[in-house]
T-cell receptor, first 114, second 110 residues
Framework: DTAVSQTPKYLVTQMGNDKSIKCEQN?????MYWYKQDSKKFLKIMFS???????INETVPNRFSPKSPDKAHLNLHINSLELGDSAVYFC?????????????FGSGTRLTVV | TQLLEQSPQFLSIQEGENLTVYCNSS?????LQWYRQEPGEGPVLLVT?????EVKKLKRLTFQFGDARKDSSLHITAAQTGDTGLYLC??????????FGKGTKLSVIP
């Protein structure tokens, strides 16, 4: 069983469309995250949820809206997609204090906006 | 923002060679992690170091945490093509977040 699974793996869409990425973890972790990895491979945090509550919301356009229906799921909805949104988006989960225990990442969703 | 500087940015070596990559900061870490990311996959945790001067080994990989807990190194002995990937260091940034360096992209050529 995959510990952190994201769907879809690839997403190609036109500018202006709305799309969603889903993430599920079966590790029993309390905290889930969305990170964006740009073309230079830099990983930047977007959101962090702990027990379904939003903990961290970095400077992300409000076109990006996360939703956590339960602590095993964290989805990401993006409205009015722009060319600059093209990147790889990673979901991750951890126990509390990820500095001690680390993250488990999904395999990523490569979003291409054309 | 307490930045993590990784060097070199890119490294290409022949199979069988040894290499060392570095992660540095001006701030003290309570702990530091190393991840490896293979193409098309998410990063995978290799090790966490917490004590100044600590050395951990994972087969041919040796991780060292600096005495002052401001830097770390990863040494690979007799590199193999399977070691190819992006090596990322990360530190805790509060209870619910890790901050990552920009990574070292390693290519091991057969």
């Amino acid at each position: 069983d995959t510990a952190v699974s994201q769907t879809p793996k690839y997403l190609v869409t036109q500018m202006g469309n709305d799309k969603s990425i889903k993430c599920e973890q079966n590790l029993g972790h309390d905290t889930m995250y969305w990170y964006k990895q740009d073309s230079k491979k830099f990983l930047k945090i977007m959101f962090s949820y702990n027990n379904k509550e939003l903990i961290i919301n970095e400077t992300v356009p409000n076109r990006f809206s996360p939703k956590s229906p339960d602590k095993a799921h964290l989805n990401l909805h993006i409205n009015s997609l722009e060319l600059g949104d093209s990147a790889v988006y990673f979901c991750a989960s951890s126990q509390e204090n990820p500095g001690a225990y680390g993250y488990t990442f999904g395999s990523g969703t490569r979003l291409t906006v054309v | 923002t307490q930045l993590l500087e990784q060097s070199p940015q890119f490294l290409s070596i022949q199979e069988g060679e040894n290499l060392t990559v570095y992660c540095n900061s001006s701030s003290v870490f309570s702990s530091l992690q190393w991840y490896r990311q293979e193409p098309g996959e998410g990063p995978v945790l290799l090790v966490t170091v917490v004590t100044g001067g600590e050395v951990k080994k994972l087969k041919r990989l040796t991780f060292q945490f600096g005495d002052a807990r401001k830097d770390s190194s990863l040494h690979i002995t007799a590199a193999q093509t399977g070691d190819t990937g992006l090596y990322l260091c990360a530190r805790g940034a509060g209870s619910y977040q890790l901050t990552f360096g920009k990574g070292t992209k390693l290519s091991v050529i057969p």
